[in-house]
DNA sequence: CGCAAAGATGCGTGACGCGCAAATTTGCTT
DNA sequence: AAGCAAATTTGCGCGTCACGCATCTTTGCG
């Protein structure tokens, strides 16, 4: 039994996963390019190098699995979330969760994000019928964070309102600040967005 | 031309709102009886009494006639808090059209929510594939919250994250308060939880 | 080496979303 | 009051889609 490499599974499950990425890097690519409209399941299916019928084995709509990129990137930060020290102040281990699940879309020597990222991002915001799904991502991860933020402080998430409400609203900052850069004409560097946004939630939202 | 009877638009224009509500609480009363997979499009045109074709002159799909309902009242909160005075704080103004909006639930004298409204919720909640649809509604109307926070604190909406931020964190503290509200078990006053979820993130969610 | 389980594939079906054009209704003019 | 133009409803049809079911292939383990 192969533990190396990092992972934890076997080859099976490491094939489901390939499989799955590659159905959905296919589908944000090929929708970048053509449009929601003009790209069938089956394009998808074929372009990840599978049967049209295992495309719904993996996902469920096309939406979905648009969506599945951006899922994985946003549950990251309740993983970073629980790596950070206990001892760290609340906040503080946030803002650096965050920071942490920003950096994946910058390449450390240009410090611009990659266009892969961006893309699916603007897709998703432009299309409505995508960004159901987008939010229901982010809706899942900002649940898995809540989970995170109720161990981390010992708050019981079925009893105080607390663990939820931070974990939404650094859901909103996350996507305010997402929102805003990418209609920035002239571009503006996006951390010191986020940074902005977490800090004004942080405080209490005072007139600025 | 009539200007009576408050409203503001003709005959053909109140039809025209009639049936599309008729639409949406037909949608709503099927699917809480029989469950989502079990209404068609045609029972739900049937039960309003307009052909099958029409529904989709009113809307796009099963779900997004269900959020219909739920849209409207969300919109709510914008619209209130553009009639409250401009000399009110800030966030007692929002407080103020929170608690409008909610109010619409609440028959006056029982001050128990409508059950229309709670199955409706409930079944947002836990379909699935309604979910997407729900929040996308909160979102549209966390959007015109957004334009009536930045038209009262003249702050230009493209200019700051604020309006967007405090639009944000208004929508999170009422889902979060009615995602508590609906699972707990020994029921607890809904109002109390909005105000307290509101007054956490407006104090900036310290630890409690 | 071989078997049981898990996954991939093919097929068939019911429903959906929507474009198009004809029929009906509404609102305003003369 | 009659009639016309615009808006709306309706019927029809097409291309997709989501998914259940049965079968075949691959994987992991004894």
């Known amino acids: 039994m192969n533990v190396e490499d990092g992972?934890?599974?076997?080859?099976?499950e490491r094939k489901k996963q390939e499989t799955r990425i590659a159905l959905s890097w296919a589908a944000v690519q090929l929708v970048v390019e053509r449009g929601l409209e003009n790209v069938r399941v089956?394009?998808?299916?074929?372009?990840?190098?599978?049967?049209?019928?295992?495309?719904?084995?993996?996902?469920s709509s096309k939406a979905e699995a648009i969506a599945a990129r951006h899922l994985d990137r946003a549950r990251l930060i309740a993983a970073e979330l629980r790596r950070r020290p206990p001892s760290e102040p609340l906040w503080e281990a946030l803002r650096h969760a965050v920071a942490a699940r920003m950096a994946l879309g910058v390449p450390p020597p240009t410090g611009a994000p990659d266009q892969q990222w961006v893309d699916g991002v603007r897709l998703m915001m432009s299309e409505p019928s995508l960004m159901g799904e987008f939010i229901k991502a982010e809706a899942t991860a900002e649940a898995e964070l809540a989970a995170a933020v109720a161990d981390?402080?010992?708050?019981?998430?079925?009893?105080?309102?607390?663990?939820t409400l931070v974990a939404g609203a650094v859901g909103v900052a996350v996507r305010t600040a997402m929102q805003h850069w990418l209609r920035a004409d002239p571009p503006v560097p996006f951390m010191?967005?986020?940074?902005?946004?977490?800090?004004?939630?942080?405080?209490?939202?005072?007139?600025?």
């Open 152 to 163: 981390r402080t010992g708050i019981d998430l079925t009893r105080d309102l607390y663990p």
């Open 7 to 12: 992972g934890r599974a076997g080859l099976r």
């Open 192 to 208: 010191p967005l986020v940074e902005y946004a977490l800090d004004q939630l942080a405080r209490g939202l005072p007139l600025p």
């Open 42 to 59: 089956e394009d998808i299916a074929a372009a990840a190098g599978v049967a049209p019928r295992t495309f719904n084995n993996y996902f």
